[in-house]
């Protein structure tokens, strides 16, 4: 997969693409990320990329030209998903995640304060999406969370340890609870099931423990997944 992130920001990326799995996925060649500064795109000798707002108002508008001359400087950016981050797209999620993980192509627009000259929306942009219902001064960080959430799940990014399968969403449930060693501090044991040895046992308590979980903090999760017949004995004990 091939990721460029738009930007006037690109330093705000640099911790994240060379820390833990991005620095080792980008080593492993699972992917290639790349900043632009779209001002490196602007027109004019000052290197304006915004301008007041047609009809007044307040806050500044982001120009089309340099956005579209950035994008169309990257190979193949014709056969890319181009994303526009802001908290008026639709929600980003796990489902999302899977979706974007299949292209080969992916172009993020990062806007900061300013808002996007319309055109931008209309005649450039497959997407636009939004990580949740609060305001970002930007749409580096939203931009992180997605590149971080896609790339986890490309091929061999992830080993057995931080496996993709097993987490939170991809059963549709919120993760049991896990325990390491002491078997006992301050008092507070572990749960006596998980020492048993017994491996079908912990496989119904961690099944139980996960509905549970997901019934007091997201029922709103519970009312989409599909409870098979074994779960929906356990849910009776
Ligand atoms: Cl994508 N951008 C900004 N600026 N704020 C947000 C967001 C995005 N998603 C949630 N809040």
Redesign the pocket.
């Known amino acids: 997969m091939n990721i460029h992130i738009l930007t006037l920001f690109p330093e705000m990326f640099e911790g994240i693409l060379q820390s833990s799995i991005l620095k080792k996925a980008q080593e492993k060649n699972a992917v290639t990320i790349n900043t632009i500064n779209f001002r490196d795109f602007a027109t004019n000798k000052h290197k304006t990329v915004d301008d007041y707002p047609y009809g007044g108002g307040n806050g500044m508008v982001l120009k089309p030209e340099p956005i579209f001359y950035a994008v169309e400087s990257i190979p193949n950016y014709e056969k890319a998903r181009i994303i526009?981050?802001?908290?008026q797209?639709i929600p980003?999620t796990q489902k999302k995640a899977e979706e974007l993980k299949k292209e080969e192509h992916l172009i993020f627009l990062?806007?900061?304060y300013e808002g996007f000259d319309e055109r931008i929306r209309e005649h450039l942009v497959t997407d636009e999406?939004?990580?949740?219902?609060?305001?970002?001064?930007?749409?580096e960080?939203?931009?992180m969370?997605?590149v971080d959430s896609v790339v986890r799940l490309l091929p061999g990014v992830l080993g057995n340890q931080e496996s993709a399968e097993t987490d939170s969403f991809s059963s549709g449930l919120l993760e049991y609870p896990q325990y390491t060693r002491p078997e006992e501090f301050r008092t507070w044991k572990v749960p006596e099931v998980l020492l048993s040895g017994h491996h079908q046992k912990i496989e119904e308590w961690r099944k139980k423990e996960s509905i549970k979980r997901t019934l007091q903090r997201r029922p709103d999760l519970i009312q989409a997944h599909q409870f098979d017949a074994k779960d929906q004995a356990l849910i009776k004990t």
């Open positions: 526009m981050m802001t908290p797209g980003y990062c806007g900061h999406l939004s990580i949740g219902d609060y305001v970002l001064t930007g749409g960080l939203a931009a969370v997605v």
